[in-house]
């Protein structure tokens, strides 16, 4: 993993837990992950597209 392939993911894995505490929604979320793809440009960054945020009830 690369220097941006980690920032990324450390990023993103923060930004999962505030979903998950409510302090952000899945639209800010897509808003992030986009913005962080766009700067970081990871190489493995797209594992999480797509997949729910938080389990269904």
Do not use: C, W
Not at 28 to 42: F, L, Q
Not at 43 to 53: A, H, N, Q, R, W
Request: glycine share 6%; no cysteine.
């Amino acid at each position: 993993m690369n220097q941006n392939d980690f920032k990324y993911h450390v990023t993103m894995s923060l930004v999962r837990k505030m979903v998950k505490k409510g302090l952000l929604t899945a639209e800010e979320y897509a808003v992030i992950d986009t913005k962080m793809r766009e700067k970081y440009h990871p190489k493995i960054g797209t594992l999480f597209i797509g997949k729910p945020l938080t389990n269904p009830p």
